[in-house]
């Protein structure tokens, strides 16, 4: 699997549990630590990475404090539910 690939698949599985964190809410704000805490994350560079990432999808919103918070949009929700 190439770095892509795993980046990607690491992005998806981010995404997977927010849209769980939110319960499929739109307008719900997520934790990063929580995120961080399901997905046994340590690197908040790596997580900043992909937070951007997914934010440049249009998957999520950015809340506060370099995504310390921040919201699935309803594409976001429909995209971690599918995967």
Known sequence: ????ER?????LRVLRVAVEEARGEPG???SRARV???TNSTDLGRF????RYLAG????AEG???YEFFELTLKGIAAG???
Not at 1 to 4: D, K, N, P, Q
Not at 48 to 51: G, M, V, W
């Open 64 to 66: 506060v404090n370099d």
């Open 57 to 60: 999808q249009e998957l999520i």
């Open 36 to 38: 961080m805490e399901q």
């Open 7 to 11: 980046a990607r698949e690491e992005a």
């Open 81 to 83: 539910a599918r995967y």
């Open 1 to 4: 699997m190439s770095e892509a």
């Open 28 to 30: 719900v704000y997520v």
């Open 48 to 51: 900043s990475r992909i937070a």
